[in-house]
């Protein structure tokens, strides 16, 4: 990940990466306040976020316009987490801006699953010194707009789980 406000960084990695332009990338913020600062979120979906954050559950959201379109991939959205785990709590607390997230492997590879599989990576990258890289399921991915949702990738979070307290939360299923 990079600090969402260096562009020439998140440039460098889309390079590293492979990654193609058009894709997005998500962001790691500390809080929901960060949040607000990069995505439209009214009460209704902040007393959701309050619920689901930290936790494993990316929010795709409405960008506000001064997030940088690399990071949206052109979109008007962007994708925003929270994380629940403690080093990347400590990160976020230690350093001021949100930073991009992806995955730990270049773009369309498999993923990585123990540090070995990071030595393509540069010397000057920050790994976290954890055995374990991918031992649980990727984040549940949702959009949430205007008392509507969209379960986007079932993960971490069951998606039938995650639908009931939508529901029950006011929110509708959205096809679009």
Excluded at 44 to 64: D, F, H, N, Q, S
Aim: aromatic letters at 6%; proline letters at 4%; a positive charge.
């Amino acid at each position: 990940g990079v600090d969402i406000y260096h562009e020439q960084a998140v440039e460098d990695l889309f390079a590293l990466k492979g990654r193609e332009t058009t894709k997005a990338v998500s962001v790691l913020v500390r809080d929901i306040v960060e949040a607000h600062k990069i995505a439209v979120i009214d009460k209704e979906i902040e007393r959701v976020l309050y619920t689901l954050w930290p936790g494993p559950i990316t929010v795709v959201l409405e960008a506000k316009k001064s997030v940088s379109r690399q990071l949206t991939g052109g979109q008007d959205s962007v994708g925003i987490r929270c994380s629940s785990h403690p080093a990347v709590r400590e990160l976020l607390r230690a350093y001021e801006n949100p930073i991009t997230t992806t995955s730990a492997n270049r773009s369309g590879q498999e993923a990585a699953l123990s540090l070995q599989d990071l030595n393509w990576l540069p010397a000057g990258v920050m790994k976290f010194p954890d055995e374990k890289l991918a031992t649980n399921p990727g984040s549940t991915v949702i959009k949430l707009e205007s008392g509507r949702y969209q379960i986007l990738r079932d993960g971490a979070v069951k998606a039938a789980r995650l639908k009931k307290f939508l529901e029950t939360n006011g929110f509708q299923t959205s096809s679009a």
